[in-house]
């Protein structure tokens, strides 16, 4: 499967759903006072729904190496964060260093499993752009240590972005920010926060939401009486206008079961970026618009008309 575009990992942020609603399937909901109860399970328990990491099972032990898929230069990587924790990553080096475009794409990866299960992605990207990958596992997912929150998530992001910048062989390199739907809200702030430094060529979104608060009542039809109760908002609808300086490609699964595509499309409307590209994937769901034709030959013309062709 050499070229061939990776396979769609087959579970995601609809596993919330699942759990959700085998949770809220207590018959508490019977009595208010008991309902008051779930409210406060629901408001503690939704890390565990938002950020589902024990799916698959194992993921929090078996993290798929990029040996399994063929590749052999690359570092396992344990990067610190200056809160204490400790990062998994995989740096993926260029198979052809005369291709290398001076370009190191940062993944973030979408709400359930780990680094392992996209590193079929990572290598569709090295092969099409000859550059270097970053793979970043979110604390509290694989072989990270912590708990994921919303703020340890932005540390984690900028963490990964600040490895890129010290390390020798990346630290003159112009950076792609690559986020999957919750990955793709970490990409948007990292992207905001960080677009006045020069070094961020490009934001690719795929599949991502408004905001997490939005997406909770129909994703979890069950709490959407409490959704005003959810802490973590990831509201990329207010962030996003606030990256003006950089690139971005939207990269749409119009058959997206589970966050619906005119989410993207507001994105894009509401995008302030003078440099906006939207590509629509007309069979993409939510999990598998990475196997659809064009994928990959979106992105490379976009990193060369928009990043590279950039570049002074
Ligand atoms: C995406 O993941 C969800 C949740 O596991 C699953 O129910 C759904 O079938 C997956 N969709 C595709 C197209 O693989
Ligand atoms: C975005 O997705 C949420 C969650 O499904 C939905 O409720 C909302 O209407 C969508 N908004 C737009 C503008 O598509």
Not at 5 to 18: L, R
Not at 92 to 117: E, K
Not at 204 to 228: C, D, G, H, M, Q
């Amino acid at each position: 499967m050499s070229e061939s575009p990776p396979p769609p990992p087959s579970w995601s942020i609809g596993n919330m759903a699942n759990s959700a609603i085998q949770f809220m399937r207590l018959p508490v909901l019977a009595s208010s006072g008991l309902a008051v109860v779930a409210s406060g399970l629901l408001y503690f328990k939704q890390n565990e729904l938002i950020y589902p990491r024990n799916v698959p099972v194992d993921a929090r032990t078996n993290v798929p190496s990029p040996k399994d898929f063929g590749i052999t230069d690359f570092e396992d990587l344990q990067i610190p964060t200056p809160d204490g924790e400790s990062l998994h990553a995989f740096f993926l080096r260029p198979r052809q260093s005369r291709y290398n475009l001076d370009l190191t794409v940062l993944m973030f990866h979408g709400n359930a499993g780990n680094i392992g299960h996209r590193v079929p992605i990572a290598k569709a990207l090295q092969d099409t752009l000859r550059c270097n990958v970053l793979l970043l596992e979110y604390r509290g997912y694989g072989l990270s240590t912590g708990v994921p929150d919303e703020t340890g998530l932005k540390i984690d992001a900028q963490t990964g972005l600040d490895y890129i910048r010290q390390r020798p062989e990346t630290k003159d390199t112009t950076v792609v920010v690559y986020g999957q739907s919750l990955g793709g809200a970490v990409a948007i702030n990292l992207v905001a926060a960080n677009q006045d430094s020069g070094d961020i060529g490009g934001l690719i979104l795929e599949n991502t939401f408004l905001s997490i608060r939005k997406l909770i009542p129909s994703v979890f039809p069950p709490a959407r009486y409490v959704a005003r109760l959810c802490h973590q908002y990831w509201a990329s609808e207010d962030v996003l206008p606030r990256v003006t300086e950089v690139p971005i490609l939207f990269l749409s699964g119009l058959k997206d079961e589970l966050v619906p595509p005119s989410n993207m499309t507001q994105l894009f409307a509401i995008c302030q970026s003078d440099r906006k590209v939207w590509r629509a994937l007309p069979n993409g769901g939510h999990n598998d618009s990475v196997a659809e034709p064009g994928y990959f030959e979106h992105i490379i013309s976009f990193v060369t008309e928009e990043v590279l062709g950039d570049k002074k």
